[in-house]
């Protein structure tokens, strides 16, 4: 059951990547003992980087279950250093595996039991992180994809893709003779459904964040980015996908394309009705709720001795 008077106490915290300073919070499992060490969950932040918005409820129902939890800006999204809102898959990959080394210097973490929660994006990089990190013990994405280019191919029909890849050959030019990429509207780089336009607005708040909009090179920079490639080997740790019926920014068919390339133990969660934002507090208390249900019990079963 959830508890929402439930306020887990955080620590800001920072380690390195690159050389690159990354700043987020550790946040102690409810009821540990001083010293304890205890089972932790990593939890990453999607394509916005508006982690502060969404995942304080994830951090405390993960927190409330036993659990710690790790979350933090990628390099160049919110306090971290980096270009800002620059997104090179591989790169936050690399800020992934510095995690796993920096908690593994924390005597209040278990070691052995170290999951992974990834939203949106984050669980794409999230699975990827945890092809190349054994010590990620299991990990679930929210609403992922399992192939970027494909994902993105998805988002708009054949005669925008036309304009759009006009738009792109400039900026390959600019980006070469200038050193910078043009910067657009978080919506035009990710166009969505009308449910999630509207979140773009009233939750995430991006354009009232980041004025300056992302790089338009985020969109290459993903193109051959594809985890379900790589699923074989995480085999046999167990992996989970969650995904909304109605997602119209990342189709339900990439969870389905992740779980058909996964190997067992898997476990595929389709939750009907909903779409893409619905599994926010903010947005949709009741799907978040059912969400958070899944994981709570799937990490509990996971990271048990």
């Not at 924390?106 to 994006?121: C, E, H, K, Q």
């Amino acid at each position: 059951m959830s508890d929402k008077t439930y306020q887990p106490k955080h620590e800001e915290i920072h380690f390195y990547s690159d050389g690159l300073k990354i700043s987020g919070q550790f946040t102690r499992a409810a009821g540990a003992q001083d010293g304890q060490a205890m089972p932790t969950i990593v939890c990453l932040h999607g394509y916005t980087g508006r982690k502060e918005i969404y995942m304080p409820g994830y951090v405390r129902e993960l927190s409330a279950a036993g659990f710690n939890t790790l979350d933090f800006h990628h390099r160049g999204f919110g306090e971290s250093e980096g270009i800002r809102l620059k997104n090179k898959p591989w790169d936050q990959v690399t800020d992934v595996l510095s995690a796993m080394i920096y908690l593994r210097q924390r005597p209040d973490v278990d070691a052995n039991r170290i999951g992974l929660y990834g939203t949106s994006f984050g669980g794409t990089v999230g699975m990827m992180a945890t092809a190349h990190d054994e010590n990620i013990r299991c990990a679930v994405s929210v609403g992922s994809s399992a192939d970027c280019g494909r994902s993105a191919k998805d988002k708009r029909t054949y005669s925008q893709r036309l304009d759009w890849e006009d738009m792109m050959k400039i900026d390959r030019i600019e980006r070469v003779m200038t050193g910078q990429s043009r910067r657009v509207p978080y919506d035009e780089l990710v166009p969505s459904g009308r449910a999630e336009a509207d979140s773009i607005v009233t939750m995430y708040k991006v354009a009232e964040k980041y004025p300056e909009g992302y790089p338009l090179e985020n969109y290459d920079h993903l193109q051959d980015f594809a985890p379900e490639n790589y699923l074989d080997r995480i085999t046999p740790r167990p992996l989970m996908f969650i995904h909304t019926e109605r997602d119209t920014i990342v189709s339900v068919f990439e969870a389905k394309s992740f779980y058909a390339k996964a190997h067992e133990p898997k476990k595929l969660v389709i939750i009907p009705n909903a779409n893409h934002v619905d599994v926010y507090e903010p947005r949709n208390p009741e799907i978040f709720q059912v969400v958070v249900n899944h994981m709570k019990a799937f990490f509990k079963e996971s990271l048990s001795k």
